[in-house]
């Protein structure tokens, strides 16, 4: 029984020494030689499903039997399986994705690498393992992941061939869209996150599953601006930007992204624009206060316009905010009570609004033209 430390955090500690500023992630351990019973027997917990993987009584780390697979259907959940003492640490390295993720260390501290994955950490290279690659479509989006993770890297040209098959043979269709947003939303979190959707343009997986979906040369580089605690959301909703409402609610329903993230592509590509009109008056500023449902969820407009500010640097943010704070400032309960008909209460407090926009419109900080210039 012999154990060895796999993959990702493998390959960072390797990045550190080669000068990266890179977090280990958590170990993956790869056991060679033991079956599910000695494994049980040492005192670790049976949690895989589809293949042996334990975890340690101590640690509880994942420990898993080294493995073989097999393709034996369509997509990504047509493989079979075989784990046993026989099957040795290269043959459950060249099940890997990428030479970069397919080392080892042993219990010595020495590196296994049957692949090149040094090579390619020096190359700066996301090269494929073997031509199985091509058999599981979650390796298109996983390459796409690492692109923006790591953009001094670039893909091997046969690599970016297998990925373009992938998606030519049909494979890519079979991928969930609930796995596709998964890799989505971590991808968003990268440095480069352009890198992601510029991968899956380039093997045609965008252009085949989600033709509406326009992402322009530009708004890609805008998304690598982005600096924000909520960085995943406004990149999300930035890149809706150039989408009509409807072609918008299309890839939702698709991508099936929680409503945070839906509401926010939505209102981006309904009203986006709309903040950036030459000519503002009272009225249209609180149409639009209205269609984002600012009033009432003033935390999901000021989102929206951090989003919209990324998109565009002549909006005035601070215009829009101190709008917000005096509409929502006022006493609405005063207004309607000082009415001798309830009929009257909504355009008493339209009136109101407007009053106190028209007001901020006039001020010396926030006039028409200095807004204006701005465009």
């Known amino acids: 029984m012999q154990i060895y430390v796999v993959g990702g955090w493998v390959r960072d500690?390797?990045?550190?020494?080669?000068?990266?500023?890179?977090?280990?992630?958590?170990?993956?351990?790869?056991?060679?030689?033991?079956?599910?019973?000695?494994?049980?027997?040492?005192?670790?917990l049976s949690v895989g499903k589809?293949?042996?993987?334990?975890?340690?009584?101590?640690?509880?780390?994942?420990?898993?039997?080294?493995r073989t697979e097999r393709k034996n259907g369509h997509g990504y959940h047509g493989f079979f399986f075989k784990a046993s003492p026989e099957v040795t640490l290269e043959e459950d390295l060249k099940r890997r994705d990428l030479t970069i993720n397919a080392m080892a260390l042993d219990s010595r501290g020495n590196l296994i690498d049957p692949y090149g994955g040094m090579r390619d950490l020096r190359l700066r290279t996301l090269r494929h393992v073997s031509g199985a690659f091509?058999?599981?479509?979650?390796?298109?989006?996983?390459?796409?992941?690492?692109?923006?993770?790591?953009?001094?890297?670039v893909i091997a040209d046969e690599t970016k061939r297998l990925l373009a098959e992938i998606v030519h043979q049909g494979e890519a269709d079979t991928l969930t869209y609930e796995r596709v947003f998964k890799e989505l939303d971590r991808a968003l979190t990268e440095p480069k996150p352009s890198l992601f959707f510029k991968t899956l343009l380039e093997s045609g997986y965008l252009?085949?599953?989600?033709?509406?979906?326009?992402?322009?040369?530009?708004?890609?580089?805008?998304?690598?601006?982005?600096?924000?605690?909520?960085v995943s959301l406004i990149r999300f909703g930035m890149s809706f930007a150039n989408c009509s409402e409807q072609e918008t609610k299309q890839i939702l329903l698709c991508l099936r992204a929680p409503a945070k993230y839906a509401d926010l592509a939505v209102l981006i590509s309904g009203y986006g624009r709309m903040f950036s009109k030459q000519t503002m008056n009272a009225e249209k500023v609180l149409e639009l206060l209205t269609k984002t449902d600012a009033?009432?969820?003033?935390?999901?407009?000021?989102?929206?316009?951090?989003?919209?500010?990324?998109?565009?640097?002549?909006?005035?943010?601070?215009?829009?905010?101190?709008?917000?704070?005096?509409?929502?400032?006022?006493?609405?309960?005063?207004?309607?009570?000082a009415q001798t008909s309830a009929k009257d209460i909504p355009q008493a407090i339209f009136r109101s609004r407007c009053n106190v926009i028209q007001e901020i419109l006039q001020s010396d900080k926030f006039t028409n033209s200095e807004y204006d210039k701005g465009n």
């Open 13 to 44: 500690q390797k990045l550190q020494e080669l000068g990266f500023n890179v977090q280990a992630q958590d170990k993956d351990w790869v056991v060679v030689g033991s079956t599910p019973e000695e494994m049980l027997s040492r005192g670790y």
């Open 50 to 66: 589809d293949f042996p993987v334990f975890l340690h009584p101590v640690t509880h780390e994942e420990y898993a039997l080294a």
């Open 134 to 153: 091509a058999e599981d479509p979650v390796r298109l989006l996983r390459v796409a992941r690492f692109s923006a993770r790591f953009p001094d890297f």
């Open 207 to 230: 252009q085949r599953v989600f033709p509406s979906w326009h992402l322009s040369t530009e708004i890609l580089e805008k998304l690598d601006e982005v600096d924000s605690e909520q």
């Open 295 to 337: 009033i009432r969820r003033p935390e999901r407009f000021l989102l929206l316009l951090k989003i919209v500010s990324y998109l565009d640097n002549s909006v005035l943010s601070q215009f829009w905010e101190k709008i917000l704070k005096a509409v929502r400032g006022i006493d609405t309960k005063a207004i309607a009570k």
